[in-house]
């Protein structure tokens, strides 16, 4: 098993080191920013690399990859004969009600939050916009009859609730005796929501292979051991496709496939999947499984998350089978999976015109309203660099690298943290790199990689004296004031 980490060849399982090799050449050439991933068969693991700045320790947030763990903790209240999937949500969540609700929502139960068909959202309270689980239930927008049509939804924040109403305890909590079995540590936490609940839609922070385990534990289908932790036949249903999805001629295999509970499911595969990459494929058939981390916000809406999908099951899945035993490949596999994964570049680390901007200071008589930027200045030293300027919150400023990342501290402590809507009162970390992408056009890019993660993209083109600032955003509810357009001279 996974938790006893077993480090195999990829040629003992079927596999070639050379298909593995090209999976991780592919990755680097489609520039997807992979923190980290984890490739096991079996229980044996045969191949984990970390990019720069990730290692085996790192906790991450996992975004909608959340949801699956809840719907393992529903699976195990339903095993434990505390829950049903025929149970509506309203009389789950009663202490919620404030107003007598629809009589949609009065319908709605267990299975249809777990497969995305509520038939209604929670529309917008001016009051309480946050209270996803209230607002689900007071003041929902119907749409259709719960069970008939597939809405990405709060249905995973609904659960969250309901499991902490009929056990007392968070989901994560709740899954406590089921993770000390499968080796999950204890640092896997959860980002609370606004209402003070575990935000089960996108909160938790764990470790790859903290997250692996879980995997391998949907892929066994609840058994450990000889032992059958939560009823086989609800993750046989969670695992294959409850709902039709594809709501429009944009087929993909990840996300046209179907829906389980709360999991996502593909011809071949059922899928954790969350915003940036955190992806965790079960190809329940071949006892294969592909973790991994990263940060592709603002590469396209499932996009690249299809490009790994598609790369694991072309290269990997697609050609298990009897292969050549390890020889000069797996010592080149062994000496990259060192080494670690290759970030994505996109210009070069110096430019001629880095001297002509080197310490000068440029003004915007006329600031972009959200950014706020009163002035900025580039400072360059051999290979890294500072960019300082003053915002609406005072002067700032951010390291980077030219041509490699650098890892600091983003210069704003109004972000959440640990509670949605709460502002950390910390700085959290990041890591920044900037390239020449034209004689005279910078790319500054700063990722978050802390409790949040996301990253905003500056774009810096000169022209004479003149200056064109473009910021451009992919982050859940953070930065925020770190995008937009503004024109700024040379300080004369």
């Known amino acids: 098993m996974i938790n006893d980490l077993n480090f195999v060849s990829p040629e003992s399982e079927g596999i070639s080191s050379s298909n593995v090799l090209e999976f991780i050449k592919q990755v680097e050439y489609y520039k997807i920013n992979m923190h980290s991933f984890i490739l096991a068969r079996n229980g044996n693991i045969i191949a984990e690399s970390y990019a720069q700045h990730f290692d085996k320790d790192f906790k991450h947030r996992i975004y909608s990859s959340s949801k699956s763990f809840v719907a393992l903790a529903v699976g195990l209240a339903v095993t434990e004969g505390k829950m049903k999937l025929t149970d509506k949500v309203v009389d789950l969540l009663k202490n919620y009600l404030k107003t007598e609700p629809t009589k949609r929502v009065k319908q709605a139960t267990v299975y249809d939050c777990l497969t995305m068909s509520l038939g209604h959202t929670g529309n917008s309270n001016p009051e309480n916009p946050n209270n996803w689980i209230e607002n689900n239930l007071n003041n929902a927008n119907d749409y259709c009859a719960p069970g008939t049509r597939f809405i990405y939804n709060s249905g995973a924040e609904l659960m969250a609730a309901a499991i902490k109403e009929v056990t007392g305890k968070e989901f994560l909590d709740y899954l406590r005796p089921i993770f000390d079995k499968i080796g999950v540590s204890k640092d896997v936490w959860c980002v609370k929501n ?31 051991n000889g032992e059958q932790l939560i009823d086989r036949e609800y993750l046989k249903q969670a695992t294959s496709m409850q709902i039709f999805n594809c709501v429009t001629n944009n087929y993909c295999p990840l996300k046209g496939g179907g829906y389980g509970y709360l999991m996502w499911i593909t011809p071949n595969a059922a899928c954790f999947r969350g915003m940036g990459l955190q992806q965790c494929f079960m190809f329940m058939d071949k006892g294969l499984l592909f973790v991994c981390q990263g940060d592709t916000q603002g590469a396209g809406v499932d996009y690249q998350d299809s490009v790994v999908y598609d790369l694991v099951k072309y290269h990997i899945y697609d050609k298990i089978g009897k292969v050549k035993k390890e020889g000069k490949a797996y010592e080149r596999l062994k000496a990259k999976l060192a080494s670690g994964i290759n970030r994505p570049m996109y210009g070069k680390p110096h430019a001629d015109y880095e001297s002509v901007v080197n310490g000068k200071t440029y003004e915007f008589p006329e600031p972009n309203p959200v950014m706020g ?37 983003f210069p704003e402590t109004h972000y959440y943290d640990v509670k949605r809507d709460e502002p950390s009162g910390r700085e959290q970390d990041c890591e920044a790199v900037v390239e020449w992408v034209e004689d005279k056009k910078m790319l500054l890019r ?47």
């Open 194 to 224: 606004a209402e003070n609940i575990s935000w089960g839609g996108s909160g938790v922070v764990i470790t790859l292979r903290d997250f692996a385990k879980v995997g391998e534990f949907v892929l066994n289908l609840g058994e450990v």
């Open 373 to 409: 930027w009163k002035w900025f200045r580039f400072d360059f030293n051999g290979d890294e660099g500072t960019i300082t300027y003053e915002n609406k919150r005072g002067e700032k400023q951010i390291k980077f690298g030219m041509g490699k990342f650098v890892k600091s501290t």
């Open 446 to 492: 700063v990722h978050i990689i802390d409790t949040n993660f996301g990253n905003t993209f500056g774009q810096f083109s000169f022209k004479g004296d003149e200056v064109t600032l473009i910021f451009n955003v992919r982050g859940e509810f953070f930065l925020e004031d770190y995008v937009g357009s503004a024109s700024g001279v040379l300080k004369g």
